[in-house]
């Protein structure tokens, strides 16, 4: 794609960057296929092509965006299911980040617009204050009907009827029985500690029957995908920083356990934005990732999930996010899961960060869409490795939805997930 940057535009770092990126899309328009949003819209600006076409506009003018520019990149998904497919290797997740940092910093959206945006991100990324505020959530039920707007009803419909029970495992190192074969750290994340401790639980135990020592922090921190996503990129930076500093180099971990896909595809982009974090980010693995190369204790023999059928979801951040696709399933079956993945497994649930609470509309064709793909399969249960996704589908789906680590523990000896029971 031709470019027309001033040379004084390319001497900034970030639009050399983009002018790079922009020249290798050659147009082809492969990836509109691929494209969620164009699927439902039929758009040309609301696909990947259509949006590089406006980023580049927006970037080269560095003008104030218009409101029609911003309706369209805000409608993407960020899901990055034109990068799997891109034949030229458009490095689009980047390109989209600049565009969002330049709205940030140069278009005034509607008040109500800020008000929503400035709450996600301020209550979001703090486990103590969004566990605080989940107190009252009979009470802001009650509130949705009577609220016009579709995105504050979102928001206090993704609010659970109560807190969990289960708490977070203890800070400090969580050792097997048998010898250790390794030393991993635990990342905490923000909204999955509230909403879902069993995971951390389940982690610690499953990856200690592995042979796995696993070191929990002692505060849980956000990864900053959440406000990176809103352009929000001082924030980011700062939550990325606080975040690697919970995993002291004195441990000498081997690797950095993450069980929100979400959370492990920023990890492992803070390269891009982060200083001195390769290091960091290349320690950084999910679950099943990491799993898939050890070798598996012996399976329970009273295990009564043998032969369940599971319709496999794949998150958008671990199959296009992290190139994460095979080891879920390989895993799944290895444990005595019949695996099946569903039409347009490609296709993202609409949940995708906060892209639920901020494009309802969208959000929910794309959530319903998904659910009807994976009962066409007929399965017992539906399987995911993302907290956004055992939201989003759970919330539609009539078949319970787990954590694909949640059915590896209970292969491997432990309890069967309340949420089948």
């Known amino acids: 794609m031709r470019t027309d940057f001033s040379p004084a535009q390319l001497e900034e770092p970030a639009l050399q960057q983009a002018n790079t990126i922009l020249r290798s899309c050659v147009r082809c328009g492969i990836c509109t296929a ?20 406006l980023i580049r506009q927006m970037l080269q003018q560095k003008s104030k965006p218009s409101p029609e520019m911003v309706l369209h990149i805000d409608r993407c998904l960020s899901c990055l299911a034109c990068s ?8 689009y997740r980047h390109l989209l980040d600049q565009a969002r940092n330049h709205i ?6 509607p008040i109500i617009d800020r008000m929503l945006r400035l709450l996600l991100a301020q209550i979001l990324v703090r486990p103590k204050l969004f566990r605080f505020l989940m107190r009252f959530s009979k009470p802001l039920a009650v509130l949705k009907k009577r609220l016009p707007d579709a995105r504050i009803q979102a928001m206090l419909g993704m609010i659970p009827a109560q807190l969990p029970t289960e708490t977070m495992p203890k800070a400090g190192w969580h050792h097997p029985e048998i010898p250790a074969t390794a030393r991993v750290g635990l990342f905490l994340g923000c909204v999955q500690t509230v909403l ?6 389940r982690s610690v135990a499953l990856l200690n029957r592995f042979g ?21 990129e001082e924030q980011a930076q700062n939550l990325a920083q606080q975040a690697m500093k919970a995993f002291p180099d004195d441990q000498k971990l081997d690797a950095i356990i993450v069980n929100v896909s979400g959370c492990g595809s920023a990890l492992k982009d803070y390269p891009h934005f982060v200083a001195d974090s390769e290091e960091f980010a290349a320690k950084c693995k999910d679950i099943t990732e990491y799993l898939a190369d ?7 023999k009273n295990f009564t999930g043998q032969g369940k059928v599971i319709a496999y979801h794949a998150a958008c951040s671990l199959q296009h996010g992290q ?9 799944l079956t290895s444990a005595g899961f019949i695996v099946k993945t569903p ?14 609470l901020l494009q309802p509309e969208i959000s929910k064709r794309l959530q319903e869409n998904k659910v009807e793909y994976l009962q066409q399969l007929e399965p017992d249960f539906i399987a995911a490795g993302n907290i956004g996704c055992l939201m989003q589908i759970g919330q539609k789906s009539t078949l319970p939805i787990v954590h694909t680590l949640e059915l590896l523990d209970w292969a491997y000896g432990g309890a069967e997930p309340k949420t089948l029971a």
Not at 84 to 91: E, N, R, T
Not at 104 to 109: A, F, G, L, P, Q
């Open 196 to 201: 879902a401790p069993r995971l951390y639980q």
């Open 323 to 331: 190139q994460i696709v095979d080891a879920p399933k390989k895993l």
């Open 34 to 53: 691929h494209c969620p949003t164009y699927q439902l819209l039929g758009n040309e600006a609301d696909s990947p092509r259509g949006r590089i076409y």
């Open 104 to 109: 940030e910093k140069h278009y005034d959206r």
């Open 294 to 300: 050890c070798i598996p204790p012996e399976p329970t």
């Open 343 to 356: 039409r347009d497994s490609h296709i993202c649930c609409g949940s995708a960060g906060t892209y639920n």
């Open 212 to 232: 796995i020592s696993v070191f929990i922090p002692e505060q849980s921190h956000c990864c900053g995908a959440i406000v990176q996503h809103m352009g929000k």
């Open 84 to 91: 799997s497919i891109c034949p030229s290797d458009v490095d």
